[in-house]
Nanobody
Framework: VQLQASGGGLVQAGGSLRLSCAASGRIFSINVMGWYRQAPGKERELVSVITSGGSTSYADSVKGRFTISRDNAKNTVYLQMNSLKYEDTAVYYC???????????WGKGTQVTVSS
């Protein structure tokens, strides 16, 4: 499975960005898709995930500001990020797989920089 992420960039605090991640290859092995992020000097952390059935989960730090969605027909997951804060600055990584059977794929990161 290959994951191609796009949509990162530089934005002022309070602004918005939309990340996209398209999956290709052995996509039948994918159940969960989502986003993680890693800020400089910090560990990678979960941002949000969504199952093939549409169930979602968010980190407390982004609840109410970020919205994850998924187009199963396009094998694409989106992350709408609103009211961005300086502390949202990080490299955002797309993830896909099936945790129940240990399938886990990662895309290359996309940089999100929020200026204060």
């Amino acid at each position: 499975v290959q994951l191609q992420a796009s949509g990162g960039g530089l934005v002022q605090a309070g602004g918005s960005l939309r990340l996209s991640c398209a999956a290709s290859g052995r996509i039948f092995s994918i159940n969960v898709m989502g986003w993680y992020r890693q800020a400089p000097g910090k560990e990678r952390e979960l941002v949000s995930v969504i199952t093939s059935g549409g169930s979602t989960s968010y980190a407390d730090s982004v609840k109410g500001r970020f919205t994850i969605s998924r187009d199963n027909a396009k094998n694409t997951v989106y992350l709408q990020m609103n009211s961005l804060k300086y502390e949202d600055t990080a490299v955002y990584y797309c993830n896909a797989g099936d945790p129940e059977v240990g399938i886990d794929y990662w895309g290359k990161g996309t940089q999100v920089t929020v200026s204060s």
